[in-house]
């Protein structure tokens, strides 16, 4: 049996088309799903759904990331395969078209777990990753509203906007991060997930997609890959913790919202998680309003999606 499920980011979403980001989590499921389908494995199929958010313009992954203080797009992301624990991550990447494909090439290609910045960056041209400008118009308007409110406030008034703006948000109109994890016929599971991170952040703040067991993970017991402010989840190793819980026993379902509420009281709530188990089993919470999802498995061809959980 396959099952797939992605999300397209925990947030508020109050600012964007319900339909818009439904279709868009529906149709990386969708893309997932068929790979499945024809007994691809899984982590073709998380490659697949993570690269069709990451070219939508409306998820905040790739092409239509936030940007960071200094108007630049600088993107994570991070794959992992479960049998192995294989797994390729690139953090503070600029200016590729997919992150997640050349996390891939650092997974396949290199001994190394993680690259960042500009090695990252001569690393993707090196295999073969063409120059693309991942900036799109809306983000760089958003960019420049926010950076001017801070511009205009002055002294200490600033500092605190800044502090403010650093530890809590904003990420009030800012679509997230995107993910995937995907069970194959083989019994394989998979995680992949990719970031701009959160809007304004400072350049060279790298968040969780790219640092495995924080925001991404797979075992041959489970895969996970969550959103929300990756700082939290690089405090509480969440996908890691949860892949433990699922290899104590305990069904996705059952280990999302445990550990969801573990992370409520100890770290805070600006967090949702997708987790597949090796049964097939799945698990979606999030503690932020919404979070649009969509998941497909064999026996039933329609992709179920959701705005929550
Ligand atoms: N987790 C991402 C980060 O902190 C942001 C998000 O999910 O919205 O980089």
Redesign the pocket.
């Known amino acids: 049996m396959y099952a797939i499920a992605v999300h397209g980011?925990?947030?508020n979403w109050s600012h964007t088309p319900r339909q818009s980001a439904l279709l868009g989590v529906e149709r990386a499921a969708e893309a997932g799903r068929r790979i499945l389908e024809q007994d691809g494995s899984a982590v073709d199929a998380v490659t697949e759904a993570v690269r069709i958010f990451e070219d939508d313009p409306l998820f905040?992954a790739g092409t239509g990331s936030v940007l960071n203080l200094d108007g630049d797009a600088e993107m994570?992301a991070g794959i992992m395969v479960g049998r192995g624990l294989r797994t390729g991550n690139v953090a503070a990447l600029r200016r590729v078209r997919n992150p997640i494909l050349v996390a891939r090439k650092v997974m396949e290609m290199t001994d190394h777990v993680l690259l960042g910045g500009n090695g990252a960056l001569r690393f993707a041209r090196a295999v073969g990753f063409a120059d693309h400008d991942p900036v799109t118009t809306q983000r760089r308007e958003s960019w420049r509203r926010r950076r001017d409110d801070l511009e205009a406030k002055q002294g200490d008034d600033r500092l605190a906007a800044l502090h403010a703006m650093l530890s809590t948000g904003p990420?009030d109109d800012?679509m997230?991060?995107v993910g995937a994890v995907a069970l194959d016929r083989q019994g394989d599971l998979a995680a992949g997930t990719s970031?701009g991170?959160?809007t304004l952040k400072l350049p060279g703040r790298i968040?969780?997609?790219a640092f495995p067991g924080a925001?991404n993970y797979a075992t041959t017991h489970a895969a996970v890959s969550?959103?929300?402010?990756?700082?939290l989840?690089m405090r509480f190793l969440t996908a890691k913790v949860i892949c433990e819980d699922i290899w104590n026993g305990h069904p996705a379902h059952t280990a999302v919202e445990r550990v969801l509420r573990e992370m409520r009281k100890s770290v805070g709530e600006d967090v949702g998680v997708i987790a597949l188990d090796s049964e097939g089993d799945l698990g979606i919470h999030h503690l932020t309003p919404a979070m649009p999802h969509a998941w497909g498995r064999e026996g039933s061809p329609a992709i179920e999606v959701r705005m929550s959980a």
């Open positions: 980011g925990a947030g905040n994570d990420r800012d997230g991060t970031t991170g959160v968040g969780d997609s925001g969550a959103t929300g402010r990756g700082e989840m």
